[in-house]
Structure formats: C-alpha cells, structure tokens
C-alpha cells in the first residue's frame, strides 16, 4: 500500500516531530517561513497533489480556498500552536475534518516569558537599557523609577493551563490578590487562591493585567479604549496571547498619555511588527518577538504532539490534542 502523505507548511518544523511522521508516512516540508513571499503560492501549489495530512505550523490563514485545494483526500489537520486562530475552524467543520493542537506542553515556556514582561515593564528594563547604552545615566534617588510586585493585586484574563502557571510563579513575589476573569469558574483557581470577578472589576482593581486567553470573536479587542481607562494609572498590561486581543492604537495613546504605567507584550498586530510602528518606539511599551514558548524542549515536544495528533487521526484514533469544533 503506498504512504499516506504529510504535508508541514513551514520549514522550521523541529526534527523530533519529523522523525515520529517518517517512520509511519511520507513528511513533506515547505522550504519557507511564512513571510517569505514564496510561502503561501508554495503551500497552495503543493497542496493540490495530494495530501492525508496537514501540519498547519505557521501564521497564514488556513482557508476553505486551501482546503478545497486539498481535495478530499485530506483526513485531518493540526496546528503546532496551542492557539487556533489562524485557522478557519467553520471551514474544517464543514467539511468534517478534525483539528488538533499543542496545548499545555507550552504552559511553563509561556508563563516564564509573562513573568519576565510583567517584570521588564514594571521596572522599565527597556528605558534603563537605553540609557546604559548611550552612556548617559542621570542616576538619582527619583531616577527610573518602577512598580512593585509585593502586595499588589494580579488581574488573569483567561485562567487556563497559561493562566495557572503564571500564577503558580507569581506566588513567590508574594502578591496580594489573585483575581481572574473568563467565562466559568475555574476548579485549580482555589488551591491558587485566586477569584473570579467580572472583566470590570478586574480592570478597576489590578496593579497588573495579564491577557492569558485565546483570540476569539469574543475576545477581540477585549482591551480597548474604554478597558483601557478603567485600568488604573499605575498599572501595568501584559499580553502573552494574541495581538488582536488589544485595540493596539488604543494602547498606543494610553501609554503616551500616561494613562496605564507601561506594557509588556509578546504578541502584537501584526508580526512581525515593524520597528517604526507607532508602539514600537514607546519607552515604556517592552516588546517581545512572539517568544512564548521558543525554548528548545517545548518546541520538540509541541512537534511531537503535532506528530501523534496526525498519525493517531491518519489510523482512525482519537489525537492527543483535539480540538472541539
Ligand atoms: O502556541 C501558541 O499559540 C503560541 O503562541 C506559543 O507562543
């Protein structure tokens, strides 16, 4: 019986994933990352031949026009992402085909890189950094001055494995108050001490906010202008989400006008975002290149998953990781 064939859209994907595929199916991989103009005509050229599987492990589109391309030979399809929302979910529905992910494998590697924007943020590590380098340090008892974690209160938006773990580490810097929003109440938030309070309330009474959750339609521009005035002046906003979770010309005048104290995000509109975007050249706006989970183990192991979660759907068995559609 010939192969089943896989095919992984963007060359990057880590050979600890590729040698689990090559021992069951032929593994096709793109030689592009995604913004290499080549990358998408590649993608929708290739995928016409012929392909059981699709490793979606990039941040283009997928679409119904791609999925129609692929015919109906394509049996199931997976992101190397814990977020999904770069793929049409309504279009893989439609056609019935299952979707996995690679959640949880990330939790530690995403929360480390929180913890270290909440920390950057709040005390200024990219204007002190400036100043080191020009040489001009105007050192003094009111000089670069931050917030402090101790007896503050934390404000998770979306207590989820991400959420949870940022909290676990928080734990140690001997905060306050936890508090969380989303829509249900989360079962790990007692033994974490923390509280579920409306979206408002957590704006209103945090020191920090930390955007935790998935993009959705629900949650787009979930930090807009108006949230962003409900969030006190010396707070500080962390988003290790999706870009699209803030209105990100919204944050821009909030942070020029001294509205919130600063932010720290490793997700923006788009990516990569160019170094003479508006947000970029705000002091006290510390940016991140979507680094969350870009440590070698996560990245391996976040391969794997993708790796199973294909070859389980390819031999008619549940994935690891599905995703409900
Ligand atoms: O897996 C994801 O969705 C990420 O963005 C990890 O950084």
């Not at 990352?33 to 392909?51: A, Q, R, V």
């Not at 676990?168 to 829509?183: C, E, N, P, Q, T």
Request: glycine share 8%; proline share 5%.
């Amino acid at each position: 019986m010939a192969l089943k064939r896989v095919l992984i859209v963007n060359k990057t994907f880590p050979t600890a994933g590729l040698e689990l595929l090559k021992k069951e199916v032929e593994a096709v991989v793109l030689p592009y990352l995604e913004y290499e103009s080549d990358s998408m005509p590649t993608i929708k050229n290739t995928i016409t031949s012929g392909f059981d599987g699709l490793i979606w492990n990039t941040k283009h589109r997928l679409t119904g026009e791609i999925l129609d391309l692929a015919g109906p030979r394509l049996k199931a399809v997976t992101a190397m992402a814990s977020g999904i929302d770069q793929i049409d979910t309504d279009e893989l529905k439609k056609r019935g085909l299952p979707l996995g992910n690679t959640p949880k494998v990330l939790d530690d590697a995403v929360a480390d890189i929180a913890v270290g924007l909440l920390i950057g943020a709040a005390r200024r590590f990219k204007e002190a950094a400036k100043e080191l380098e020009s040489g001009d340090w105007k050192y003094g008892v009111q000089w670069m001055l931050g917030q402090d974690i101790v007896n503050s209160t934390v404000g998770i938006v979306g207590l989820g494995g991400i959420g949870q773990a940022i909290v676990r580490r928080l734990k140690g810097f001997d905060v306050a108050k936890f508090i969380y929003s989303g829509r249900t109440d989360k079962k790990e938030a007692i033994d974490l001490g923390a509280t579920r309070v409306p979206l408002e309330q957590l704006l209103k009474e945090s020191d920090y906010v930390i955007l935790a959750c998935p993009l959705s339609k629900e949650t787009k521009h979930i930090i807009n202008e108006e949230a962003l005035k409900m969030m006190k002046k010396t707070s500080v906003l962390v988003n290790i989400g999706r870009g699209g979770l803030i209105d990100q010309t919204a944050l821009y005048n909030a942070l020029r006008n001294g509205e919130i104290f600063a932010a720290g995000l490793d997700v923006t509109t788009p990516e990569p975002i160019s170094r003479d975007d508006p947000i970029v050249t705000l002091p006290n706006c510390y940016i991140m290149p979507h680094l969350g989970s870009a440590t070698i183990e996560t990245r391996n192991a976040m391969a794997k998953i993708s790796a199973k979660n294909i070859l389980l759907a390819l031999n008619g068995k549940p994935m690891i990781c599905p995703v409900l559609l």
